[in-house]
DNA sequence: AAGGATCACAACCGCAATTAG
DNA sequence: GCTAATTGCGGTTGTGATCCT
């Protein structure tokens, strides 16, 4: 038995929203908040579905979007969180404020692809297109979050262990990379700031600025936001290990 | 000017994750 | 703990605009 669809097709409008279901949702939303998307079609009088309304709001209706061009510092950013994080676009829009996932997936998939080429990089791998690397050491020198290779233990100190590492399936491969906060002995910068976005709304230098990763002071105070994850910690991608 | 090709982007679909009962 | 409902995400598609021949 299938799952039951989130809502009556039937009845619903699909295709490009008009001025005046614009202006329904935008007033309902005004009065009573996001949230509870499945009733807000019929609480708003909308012949649409919950998941629809929700994605007008989010990629065009809501007022703190930044319309128009991406610049060429967005530009820059977006390859470079790419390249760290994958197709995670919601993970990369919540770095570009002002910017939606599906904007940053649809920018990149015509224009920054492109953009990537031409300057004879692999836009899935980062690597140069001519280097010759086959597609599986491609593979292996990524970070995956996969299900099947994730497999996760926590040990007693907290670290988190990945089984199964890269190096026991390709022992040939040099994978001497650590990703870790970058190194700043005098003073300790965001992820946001390591990007060279210093004074964003999404820094938090001024939370936890002066700690370093050794720094006995609270755990609470010294977590470095590395890619969203408050963690005072190193990965080391040769075994995928917290240290 | 016409028509086909390509581009750009809004919207949809299906699935996974999360939440509620 | 289980199941169903809901939400969120990423891939894909549809369509209008623009370019090219």
Known sequence: MGRSPCCEKAHTNKGAWTKEEDD??????RAHGEGCWRSLPKAAGLLRCG?????????????????????????ELII?????????????????????????????????????LNRGIDPATHRPLNEGVSAATVTATNISFGKQEQQETSSSNGSVVVKGSILERCPDLNLELTISPPRQPEKTLCFVCSLGLQNSKDCSCSVANTPTVNNTSPASASAYDFLGLKTNAVWDCTTLEMK
């Open 24 to 29: 329904r949702l935008i007033s309902y939303i």
């Open 51 to 75: 998941k629809s309304c929700r994605l007008r709001w989010i990629n065009y209706l809501r007022p703190d979007l930044k319309r128009g061009n991406f610049t060429e510092e967005e530009d």
């Open 80 to 116: 470079k969180l790419h390249s760290l994080l994958g197709n995670k676009w919601s993970l990369i829009a919540g770095r570009l404020p002002g910017r939606t996932d599906n904007e940053i997936k649809n920018y990149w998939n015509t224009h920054i692809r492109r953009k990537l």
